[in-house]
């Protein structure tokens, strides 16, 4: 029997990072050289899984009425940390102009979260640590 080989989507999700934003266009840079594809969300993909939004798949029609911080987040999908494809792809970001204080990579548990959820939970850690202010 062979083994299944799960491939996760290569897409890095934005939340509140503006299309021609110099983030955005550092971004779309580092996602062109990792073959990376992005995908920016809002309001309307609040109450969609983080999985189903990489994957390219439809919000659903509803969205949850809870109030998300609006700190900019990047929620990376596909890339292999042991092999340095993570630190290439925000290494190339990063060098290219966008600090984003908020950075996920999606785990087998957080791609079954809704959007929110993660956001909620991103914010929360980023307080927690003392970064408040950004």
């Known amino acids: 029997m062979k083994a299944h080989i799960v491939r996760e989507p290569r897409c890095a999700l934005l939340w509140h990072i503006e299309a021609g934003s110099p983030a955005y266009a550092a971004l779309e840079r580092?996602?062109?050289a990792c073959r990376v594809t992005l995908?920016?969300?809002g309001n309307g993909e609040l109450g969609a899984t983080v999985g189903d939004l990489?994957?390219?798949k439809p919000a659903p029609a509803f969205a949850p009425l809870i109030a998300v911080p609006g700190r900019p987040a990047l929620i990376v999908s596909g890339l292999d940390h042991q092999t340095g494809e993570l630190g290439r792809f925000l290494d190339l970001a990063k060098e290219a102009?966008?600090?984003i204080p908020l950075r996920a990579m999606v785990t087998p548990t957080s791609k079954q979260w809704t959007l929110a959820q993660l956001l909620m939970e991103l914010n929360s850690e980023h307080e927690a640590v003392g970064g408040g202010g950004a």
């Open 30 to 32: 580092a996602a062109r």
């Open 39 to 41: 995908r920016a969300v």
């Open 54 to 56: 990489c994957a390219g």
């Open 97 to 99: 102009g966008a600090d």
